[in-house]
């Protein structure tokens, strides 16, 4: 078989407590409620990606590293994939990840409890490209993910509470996340300008805020949603999707 490792190290430590945009301290604290105002759009894709994890994970700097999976290789034709995955994964129902459990929009064959194969009709060298993307989480009963359901009133209010126990030991310091779902962009900006909310996926600031109270995102030449400087951003974020590739939750902190 000819492999495709493409498995990318992200430095936790110092490299990972990236100095933050508001200028504040660079060192990620835990504790505190993030809050966002989102989108029809972005609502469900923002709350998939905080309660579930998928095979693979697009790092802020845009490289692809494993998630639930820890490793993979294809055949010759990159038709067939195999994924080796975690064995330290929980459900927050407590019930055990493994292969079994896992479930995606496109057949799944168990090797053995630790590893999957994925069949493909034409062949995809991007496969694990495409696990990282929104859609391809691995879903259960509960999920795997960093913050486990609180409350969920389906397509429009959110609460996820910091699960006790996670490999992810590193990242998701906000004790708990609130997602409410605002269909307008007046209605998130002024939000966002009243303080009910510490983020938006709005491209401009309501005219009565601010602006140096805010920080807009992912940079200065695109905008899809702009942020509270009471958060702690690190300095790269992920630009494939907005909310810093959907995973604001998981790296982002309060000030």
């Not at 933050?20 to 759009?41: V, Y």
């Not at 602006?211 to 992912?218: E, F, G, N, Q, S």
């Amino acid at each position: 078989m000819t492999r495709f490792d493409r498995r990318a190290l992200f430095a936790t430590g110092a490299a990972a407590a990236l100095l933050a945009a508001t200028g504040a301290s660079a060192t990620p604290k835990q504790g505190g409620r993030l809050r966002a105002a989102l989108s029809d759009a972005l609502f469900d894709r923002a709350v998939a990606a905080t309660v579930f994890d998928n095979l693979t994970e697009i790092a802020a700097d845009g490289t692809l590293r494993g998630e639930l999976a820890t490793e993979w290789v294809s055949d010759a034709s990159a038709q067939r994939w195999e994924f080796a995955l975690r064995e330290d994964v929980s459900f927050h129902d407590g019930a055990v990840f493994d292969a079994s459990t896992v479930t995606l929009p496109m057949q799944v064959d168990i090797i053995d409890r630790h590893r999957i194969a994925i069949t493909l009709d034409v062949p995809n060298p991007n496969l694990p490209y495409l696990l990282a993307q929104p859609g391809f989480e691995v879903q259960g009963v509960t999920g795997t993910g960093l913050y486990a359901v609180q409350k969920l009133d389906a397509g429009r209010h959110f609460i996820g509470r910091r699960a006790g126990q996670h490999w992810k030991q590193d990242a998701g310091w906000f004790d708990t996340v609130e997602f409410v779902r605002l269909g307008t962009d007046n209605i998130r900006a002024e939000a966002l300008r009243d303080g009910l909310v510490d983020v938006a996926d709005i491209v401009a600031l309501d005219a009565y805020a601010d602006p140096k109270d805010y920080v807009t995102l992912p940079g200065s030449d695109v905008t899809t949603h702009i942020a509270n400087r009471a958060l702690g951003i690190p300095l790269t974020i992920g630009t494939a999707w907005p909310l810093d590739n959907l995973r604001m939750a998981e790296r982002w902190w309060m000030v």
